[in-house]
């Protein structure tokens, strides 16, 4: 991705557009996490439930920090063992009640977005609720096309299995979804931690 597209999709997360990008895994929606009609017209367009909280991908674990309480003590050896991957951690905000899902991809256009934008940004699957994930870009949905911005065609994402989401606002980990990473790996590390 060229400097004057990673450009574009500043200035589109910064105007509360939308940006259509790879991960890993599928493609990926992603706008300013933090800006309220950038939210209400993703909602819209995915015709998703409003209750259901945003996950977000960010450029580093240092960012994530700036964030995000990250003081539980399985943070530094999960983040260190398994990003930039598909586990996604739940984690308190600073200076609020909220807490954000995040994870940092694995896929380098994901990563330079959210570096560019110097915050995370929303990754939410690029499809309706309830509809299969995008995988090709040839099949990108035409209603979405008056509603995205900007679309980066980085070719055929490899699909599989999405991330793994565990929580970390409690004292043990607690499993919320389990996808790639077998959440035995995550109980090891835990168990490790506390010999």
Known sequence: MDAVTL??????????????????????????????PAREKLFSLKGRATSKELPLIAATAAMVKRYCVTDHRLFDLLSSRFWPGPLTLVLPGRNS??????????????????EAFQSPIVSTSANRSGEPPLQDPQDF?????????????AGICSGGLPSTIVSLTENDPRLLREGAIPFSEI?????TLKE
Do not use: K
Request: glycine share 4%.
């Open 187 to 191: 109980e090891f590390a835990y168990e």
């Open 141 to 153: 949905p035409q209603q979405f096309s008056d509603s995205v911005e900007i679309m980066i065609d």
């Open 7 to 36: 450009e574009t999709c500043t200035q589109v997360l910064q105007g509360a557009g939308i940006v259509c990008y790879p991960t890993e895994t599928f493609y990926a929606l992603g706008i300013d996490p933090w800006n309220e």
């Open 97 to 114: 009640s909220a807490h954000y899902a995040v994870r940092i991809s694995s896929h380098p256009v994901a990563r330079r977005i959210s």
